[in-house]
């Protein structure tokens, strides 16, 4: 069996009375990649969130290489090895994109930057070889954003902006990957770049994938776990999902074909 | 895609040599400059190093203090109560322990004000300021609504050798030079700094700064105590210079001020908070100087409403001027940033 590197048992979060997350458990293997798909509303984003830390928990465990991380905030999570993209994109606007890689790769850093022995430092040499420009360069080429890397966030296009944020993401060399909707509102040839990077990717992260694009989940993912109204209804191997009538029933006819629009 | 408000943190040539030029301007000037103008232009440069300090906080960080004329007035009041009444106290040892007092106000209550976001922490950092002000205004004994006169300037004399005299006009005025160019410098060169890299993606984007693994809170906590420090040197500077210090110094109308040379320069740069002090102290006097006019029978001395002229000025350059006054030198170099990355994502 594969490295087992984040277990969430039972988690439950409630807003007022709406359960958006209701007893949902889910495990994740080093070397996988395992897709959550469901219809809008079904809780995915919130899933997300909770095993991030963004949201806290209402009841349930998280664990991540075996540590609970049930109560910890997202930068404590950040540090112990997982890292997140968002649905919307996430990524500071007005930086180069060397400086929002570089500066995720910062976070890294064993001695804290407000240290003053850091105020004289110059950020803006590449050239230097410290531990953040050596991780930003390798997640900047991991993500093929070498030709950009002086380009201003705002400036690129929806595509190149998501790809940024998996390398900021990848800056802070996690071992577990949150991905929300990669692929939403990419072209073709953009969707391609990113799905070749996932397969990449997969060799030594465990990823969670929250993807609504059907052909991208079924020809990435090594597991998937259907959600409706914040439950699991089913959890398994891709051709066992398929051919489950209770998920044709309740979601994936029909998202067959709206997925195929995102293409 | 809508450009966000990038701060001009790069600063294009044209400010670069107009910096040059302004630096050789305020070098030249003792020798051309009464002492009355040499006094005014050194408050102006003492204005400046408490701008630089705020827009550390607000241009950079995103922190908007309205509050921040307290660590300005306290080292202040620091010098005042070392300084005996009929001596000269050494500044060697007195400038840095009011700077140390100032920092360690803004550490003290930073711990609690930088927890707090947006409209919150501008009124919690009002709060601890009006209390400041209270406690020495209230305070007979700290001076009161009058205030403490500094009868000597501090001295320089190590082992009884003066190497500079501060009683003189010129010397206090290239002190204080000295001192901007040191702080201006110190908070360039500070800007890309990884610090300053993460206080900078504090204000364009806290939760993913959170995301990515910093503890923004002390990273906050440091800039509210390094902005206070710079403050408290500024208002050291100040009471040296002018010989008294009063609570009005840590009042609201300080504070804003400061808020308002780094809106007419431009935030987040230091240079727009330079030249925002300058600007915003020179026209300052200028509206104080306007002349009483005759109309409809009745003498109206414009300068005494100078607040009304300077409200319209602010507002006039918040409209045409929306990144201050050195934004206007941008437009050009931003252009030439937006065609080069067409280029680049063409090629």
Known sequence: M??????????????????AVNQVSIDLYRGQIHAVIGPNGAGKSTLTNLLSGDLPLTSGQITLNGKDISKANPEQISKMGLGRSYQKTNVFLPFTVWDNVRLAAQSRESRKAWNPVHWFQNTRDSSRKTASNEAAKAAIALCKLESQTHTIASNMSHGEQRQLEIAMTLATQPQVLLLDEPLAGMGVAEAERMIELLHELKKDHAILLVEHDMDAVFALADRLTVMVNGQVIASDTPINIRSDAAVQAAYLGEDVTEGADHV | MSAPKSNLEILPRSVQVGLVFGLIALLA??????????????????????????????????????????????AGYALAFLTPQNEAVSLWWTLPVS?????????????????????????????????????????????????????????????????????????????????????????????????GRALAGIRVNEHRMRAVGFATFSYKLTAFTLAGGLAGLAGYLWGAQSGYINPELMGFHMSAHAIMMIILGGMGNFAGAVVGAFTFEYVLHAFKDLPTIELAGRSIHLGKHWQLWMGSFIVLVVLFAPRGLLGLFSLKSRRNIAANSTKASND
């Open chain 1, 2 to 19: 594969t490295e087992l590197l984040l277990s969430a048992k039972e988690l439950v979060k409630r807003f007022g009375g709406l359960a």
């Open chain 2, 29 to 74: 000037f003792p020798f051309v400059g009464s002492q009355f103008y040499m006094d005014m232009v050194t408050r102006m440069m003492i204005m400046a190093i408490f701008a630089m300090s705020l827009d550390l906080l607000q241009g950079v960080t995103g922190l908007v203090s309205l509050g921040h004329a307290a660590y300005f007035g306290l």
């Open chain 2, 99 to 195: 700077v140390l007092a100032s920092a360690l106000a803004a550490f003290i209550i930073g711990i609690f004000v930088v927890r707090t976001h947006g409209i919150y922490f501008i009124m919690v950092t009002m709060a601890f300021a009006q209390m400041v002000f209270y406690l020495f205004f209230d305070n007979k004994a700290l001076g009161g609504s009058d205030g403490l006169y500094i009868n000597f300037k501090p001295s320089t004399a190590i082992a009884g050798m003066t190497l500079f005299d501060l009683d003189n006009k010129t010397t206090f005025y290239y002190f204080t030079l000295a001192f901007v160019i040191v702080v201006y410098l110190f908070l360039r060169r500070l800007l890309w700094s990884p610090f």
